[in-house]
């Protein structure tokens, strides 16, 4: 069972254009992430963000953390063939201690040269 | 190594038969992470070591399902009489410490893909 919706779960897209991905949740996180999955691969850490409302940008992407904490958004300015793979949320319920990661089901991007 | 390594990379079963799948964290880690993930979809936690102690293993799906890391380092994910719904990735992770929530980083391994026929 996973508690963090992602969507769309499959997004092809022209290079250049803009996309957002959604990550929803009926729970409270403290803290959210967002990986990027290659083929044969595991996920890789893009952004934390821990504070409601938190933006935060890592070239042409930008990260958003809803005010209440349950929901995120993902969104890619100018894509770019190398933007393609499968990209993951993640929630962690703790500030502290060890915390696994409730992961979302995952957006398959393709960027389209 | 410089990362999480992972062996076999890839595995096919029969049902019924046993298999082993092997994680090698980042040298110094103590925390060790065991998830599965399922063709489309996102990674599902199935246990949790700190050093050779298993603090969590709620995500085991039955008892088919074994881990161990008997001296704190690398990890063994055994699975017994493996059945087709058995078919996954499996992923492993470390992180240095443990202790810090979101604040430590999760590495991952490329995982083990398990085909059960």
């Known amino acids: 069972t996973q508690l963090l919706e992602q969507s769309p779960q499959f997004l092809s897209i022209q290079e250049g254009e803009n996309l957002t991905v959604y990550c929803n949740s009926s729970?409270?996180?403290?803290?959210l992430q967002w990986y990027r999955q290659e083929p044969g691969e595991g996920p890789v850490l893009l952004v934390t963000v821990v504070t409601g409302g938190e933006v935060k940008k890592l070239k042409r992407l930008t990260f958003q953390f809803g005010d209440a904490r349950k929901d995120s958004s993902l969104h890619i300015t100018a894509a770019q063939p190398g933007d393609t793979g499968l990209y993951l949320c993640a929630g962690q319920i703790s500030n502290f201690g060890n915390e696994k990661l409730t992961f979302g089901t995952g957006t398959r991007l393709t960027i389209i040269p | 190594g410089a990362g999480v390594s992972q062996s076999p990379r890839y595995k096919v079963a029969k049902r019924g038969q046993d298999v082993a799948l092997r994680c090698d964290p980042i040298s110094g880690h103590v925390s060790l992470f065991w998830y599965q993930q399922a063709l489309g979809q996102g990674p599902e936690f199935l246990t949790y070591?700190?050093?050779?102690?298993?603090?969590?293993k709620s995500g085991l799906p039955s008892d088919r399902f074994f881990a161990e890391r008997p001296e704190g380092s690398v990890s063994t994910l055994k699975i017994q009489r493996t059945q087709q719904e058995d078919s996954a990735v499996y992923l492993c992770?470390?992180?240095?410490?443990?202790?810090?929530?979101?604040?430590?980083?999760?590495?991952f391994g490329p995982g083990t893909r398990l085909l059960v026929l």
């Open positions: 729970s409270v996180f403290s803290s």
């Open positions: 992770a470390s992180t240095l410490l443990g202790a810090g929530g979101w604040r430590e980083t999760q590495y």
């Open positions: 070591f700190q050093n050779e102690a298993q603090l969590d």
